[in-house]
């Protein structure tokens, strides 16, 4: 009885049904935007660290695991090498730089990364090669390079570096390609770490009689299950250093807790605008039905029948909108452009419409509740 | 036989001082085929006695007795599922679903029966064209008149085959004619399918189609009419009167306007 009244009741006013499960969707499109935002922005942001291939990275003691105050040494690589249960150490430097388009474009900003060739830090490539040789010419860019400037495996990039007040150009070879790799927003060119060193603002420009300085070191272990042990094994034995796994530290990079709660707090505050919104909806709508829910408690439906019968509707507007809004915005997502930071992953957009099709009935229960009190004598005027 | 009994009912509402007998130990019965008007002019108690009678309101002493059970001694749920199944209700207003057909709406008291099948559905059309509504079948409650409102009211208050029929005031939105028309093929479903029926009506004129007129007055029952002759002789002074009890003086029926004077040296 529930369920034929309630659907004959949507089915009948399609209009007004169908104008509060618009507003539905369209706050189901804002959530899941913000959601998607959120994970771009934080993918962007730490993409590379997330997708290391070691459990382990060593900053300067002192430094908040920043990977721009940073620097280690060779010597403390050494020391690393020597610590029982490490499998591979790589060194890892990070600088920003701007790469020229062959067609004359404006410049890209992309995060300029040395890796050591074969060790932990550098990405794996799907097309191409891995790095060869400590110093050579090869590089290897990630997809956000690839969407933007359309390269493929043995093209030459050019990218331009300020040495104080100096523009400088470096032509390099594609030699290999890897998987979206973003990092502090910037699509990625991993160089073997002496051609980064030589290249990179402010460095040694391939003088062979420098320490080479990376910024941080990836560290592989033999038993990634012995994380927290090795972590206090690393900064017993090595000088001057820090251990994060890999989550500390991309929760490390400057502004990215702010932005992830920032993003939080906004996606709570659509969540409850939604409760508000489905709520008085059918608040107004209980308000307007009194007399017939009256009639029909007299006729002999019983407070469970309409209960239902509520809350069949509540919940059937309520996921006919986050359907419509889900769909839309996957679709919306599908088309954008990769420079736009918006990434719907399947773990997000699924957590996401489950919460709202989970909170959105909650604002109205309230009205459910107005329902179960309706007097029937009262609502027919009968009441004295 | 006796299909509803009121013993020695009363209805107060408030306590202390504020307390107020709206129904004052009346006792009735209703037998099964038998259709009783109860009137009297606002204020007298007919309308909470109803609802006692509907089981909508609780007695504050008494007994109110249907298929056997006294109703005022049953939980909320339980009467609520007893009205379902053993009282027909039709109302002054609000009587029917907005977004259900009038065939939809007269079927719903079969589903919440379980009398939703072929032969119920069947006695739905049968019903619906007895009382004029076969082309109206698909309407909704807003395409149709009040007289055809009414009508569907009626039918889905006798579909599912009640103990007792109960009307409140069925005809207060309508013009006399449909009223008439109403009131009359309400009046021979019942005597039809041999039903009790209890009508309160404010309009004296309708009370040609009962069996037993029922007066109310100050909360007890102050006069019972059954002789035909004098049913028809009150209606009849009802009629001249345009309706009843619309001249008042202080609350109560004034005498020059009071068709039950009128017709009191039958």
Same mark, same amino acid.
């Given at each position: 009885?529930?369920?034929?009244?309630?659907?004959?009741?949507?089915?009948?006013?399609?209009?007004?049904?169908?104008?509060?499960?618009?507003?539905?969707?369209?706050?189901?499109?804002?959530?899941?935007?913000?959601?998607?935002?959120?994970?771009?922005?934080?993918?962007?942001?730490?993409?590379?660290?997330?997708?290391?291939?070691?459990?382990?990275?060593?900053?300067?003691?002192?430094?908040?695991?920043?990977?721009?105050?940073?620097?280690?040494?060779?010597?403390?690589?050494?020391?690393?090498?020597?610590?029982?249960?490490?499998?591979?150490?790589?060194?890892?430097?990070?600088?920003?730089?701007?790469?020229?388009?062959?067609?004359?474009?404006?410049?890209?900003?992309?995060?300029?990364?040395?890796?050591?060739?074969?060790?932990?830090?550098?990405?794996?490539?799907?097309?191409?090669?891995?790095?060869?040789?400590?110093?050579?010419?090869?590089?290897?860019?990630?997809?956000?390079?690839? @969407?933007?400037?359309?390269?493929?495996?043995?093209?030459?990039?050019?990218?331009?570096?300020?040495?104080?007040?100096?523009?400088?150009?470096?032509?390099?070879?594609?030699?290999?390609?890897?998987?979206?790799?973003?990092?502090?927003?910037?699509?990625?060119?991993?160089?073997?770490?002496?051609?980064?060193?030589?290249?990179?603002?402010?460095?040694?420009?391939?003088?062979?009689?420098?320490?080479?300085?990376?910024?941080? &070191?990836?560290?592989?272990?033999?038993?990634? @299950?012995?994380?927290?042990?090795?972590?206090?094994?690393?900064?017993?034995?090595?000088?001057?250093?820090?251990?994060?796994?890999?989550?500390? &530290?991309?929760?490390?990079?400057?502004?990215?807790? &702010?932005?992830?709660?920032?993003?939080?707090?906004?996606?709570?505050?659509?969540?409850?605008?939604?409760?508000?919104?489905?709520?008085?909806?059918?608040?107004?709508?209980?308000?307007?039905?009194?007399?017939?829910?009256?009639?029909?408690?007299?006729?002999?439906?019983?407070?469970? *029948?309409?209960?239902? *019968?509520?809350?069949?509707?509540?919940? *059937?507007?309520?996921?006919?909108?986050?359907?419509?809004?889900?769909?839309?915005?996957?679709?919306?997502? @599908?088309?954008?452009?990769? *420079?736009?930071?918006?990434?719907?992953?399947?773990?997000?957009?699924?957590?996401?419409?489950?919460?709202?099709?989970?909170?959105?009935?909650?604002?109205?229960?309230?009205?459910?509740?107005?329902?179960?009190?309706?007097?029937?004598?009262?609502?027919?005027?009968?009441?004295? | 036989?006796?299909?509803?009994?009121? =013993?020695?009912?009363? $209805?107060?509402?408030? %306590?202390?001082?504020?307390?107020? %007998?709206?129904?004052?130990?009346?006792?009735?019965? =209703? #037998?099964?085929?038998?259709?009783?008007?109860?009137?009297?002019?606002?204020?007298?108690?007919?309308? %909470?006695?109803?609802?006692?009678?509907?089981?909508?309101?609780?007695?504050?002493?008494?007994?109110?007795?249907?298929?056997?059970?006294?109703?005022?001694?049953?939980?909320?749920?339980?009467?609520?599922?007893?009205?379902?199944?053993?009282?027909?209700?039709?109302?002054?207003?609000?009587?029917?679903?907005?977004?259900?057909?009038?065939? /939809?709406?007269?079927?719903?008291?079969?589903?919440?029966?379980? #009398?939703?099948?072929?032969?119920?559905?069947?006695? %739905?059309?049968?019903?619906?064209?007895?009382?004029?509504?076969?082309?109206?079948?698909?309407?909704?409650?807003?395409?149709?008149?009040?007289?055809?409102?009414?009508?569907?009211?009626?039918?889905?208050?006798?579909?599912?085959?009640? /103990?007792?029929?109960?009307?409140?005031?069925?005809?207060?939105?309508?013009?006399?004619?449909?009223?008439?028309?109403?009131?009359?093929?309400?009046? /021979?479903?019942?005597?039809?399918?041999?039903?009790?029926?209890?009508?309160?009506?404010?309009?004296?004129?309708?009370? #040609?189609?009962?069996?037993?007129?029922?007066?109310?007055?100050?909360? $007890? =029952?102050?006069?019972?009419?059954?002789?035909?002759?004098?049913?028809?002789?009150?209606?009849?002074?009802?009629? /001249?009167?345009?309706?009843?009890?619309?001249?008042?003086?202080?609350? #109560?029926?004034?005498?020059?306007?009071?068709?039950?004077?009128?017709?009191?040296? =039958?």
């Amino acid at each position: 009885m529930s369920f034929y009244l309630a659907i004959k009741e949507v089915w009948r006013n399609k209009g007004r049904f169908l104008l509060i499960a618009s507003v539905v969707a369209l706050i189901t499109t804002l959530v899941l935007f913000i959601a998607a935002l959120a994970e771009g922005l934080a993918s962007a942001n730490r993409e590379y660290i997330e997708k290391l291939n070691g459990e382990l990275l060593v900053f300067q003691e002192g430094t908040q695991l920043s990977t721009t105050a940073s620097r280690i040494g060779r010597g403390s690589i050494a020391e690393l090498r020597r610590v029982k249960g490490i499998e591979a150490v790589g060194q890892v430097g990070f600088s920003t730089l701007k790469l020229v388009p062959p067609d004359g474009g404006e410049d890209i900003n992309v995060s300029f990364i040395g890796v050591e060739p074969g060790m932990p830090g550098e990405p794996t490539v799907y097309d191409g090669q891995q790095l060869m040789r400590a110093s050579s010419n090869n590089v290897i860019v990630d997809e956000g390079v690839v @969407a933007r400037l359309g390269v493929k495996v043995g093209d030459a990039i050019r990218l331009k570096v300020t040495q104080g007040t100096q523009e400088e150009f470096y032509d390099l070879t594609v030699g290999g390609l890897t998987d979206r790799r973003q990092y502090f927003f910037q699509p990625a060119v991993f160089a073997p770490i002496l051609t980064w060193d030589k290249i990179r603002p402010g460095g040694d420009a391939g003088d062979p009689s420098a320490d080479l300085v990376s910024n941080i &070191a990836v560290v592989k272990l033999a038993d990634p @299950a012995q994380l927290e042990t090795m972590k206090t094994a690393i900064e017993q034995n090595v000088k001057d250093v820090e251990v994060a796994d890999r989550q500390r &530290a991309w929760e490390a990079i400057p502004g990215y807790a &702010a932005q992830q709660s920032t993003l939080t707090t906004q996606q709570f505050f659509t969540f409850f605008i939604g409760v508000l919104v489905v709520g008085g909806f059918f608040q107004i709508q209980t308000l307007q039905k009194v007399a017939q829910i009256g009639m029909l408690k007299a006729i002999g439906l019983s407070n469970w *029948t309409v209960g239902w *019968t509520a809350i069949i509707q509540i919940v *059937t507007v309520n996921a006919i909108g986050v359907a419509i809004g889900a769909v839309g915005t996957l679709a919306l997502t @599908a088309n954008f452009p990769v *420079t736009v930071p918006i990434l719907l992953t399947g773990t997000a957009a699924l957590t996401t419409v489950l919460a709202l099709l989970a909170i959105g009935p909650l604002g109205g229960i309230v009205s459910v509740f107005v329902l179960l009190r309706i007097e029937p004598l009262r609502a027919l005027g009968m009441a004295q | 036989m006796i299909a509803l009994e009121a =013993i020695n009912v009363t $209805k107060i509402y408030g %306590t202390g001082a504020n307390a107020i %007998t709206a129904v004052d130990d009346v006792s009735l019965s =209703i #037998k099964r085929g038998e259709f009783v008007g109860l009137v009297g002019p606002s204020g007298s108690g007919k309308t %909470t006695m109803l609802a006692m009678l509907a089981g909508l309101l609780k007695p504050s002493r008494g007994q109110i007795v249907i298929a056997g059970k006294d109703i005022g001694r049953m939980s909320e749920g339980k009467r609520t599922k007893f009205r379902g199944r053993y009282i027909g209700f039709a109302f002054q207003a609000n009587n029917l679903v907005p977004f259900l057909t009038a065939q /939809e709406n007269v079927d719903l008291l079969l589903r919440l029966n379980g #009398k939703f099948n072929r032969q119920g559905r069947q006695r %739905t059309l049968d019903l619906l064209e007895r009382l004029g509504l076969s082309d109206r079948l698909q309407n909704r409650p807003g395409q149709l008149s009040g007289g055809q409102q009414q009508r569907i009211a009626i039918a889905r208050a006798l579909i599912h085959e009640p /103990e007792v029929v109960l009307a409140d005031e069925p005809t207060a939105s309508l013009d006399t004619e449909r009223a008439h028309q109403v009131v009359q093929t309400f009046a /021979e479903l019942i005597h039809e399918q041999n039903r009790a029926g209890v009508m309160v009506t404010h309009d004296l004129r309708m009370c #040609k189609y009962v069996d037993r007129v029922i007066q109310m007055m100050d909360g $007890k =029952i102050s006069r019972v009419i059954t002789d035909a002759r004098e049913i028809s002789r009150l209606a009849g002074a009802a009629d /001249e009167l345009d309706g009843g009890y619309v001249a008042r003086t202080n609350g #109560k029926p004034a005498l020059a306007g009071d068709p039950m004077v009128a017709v009191q040296g =039958i």
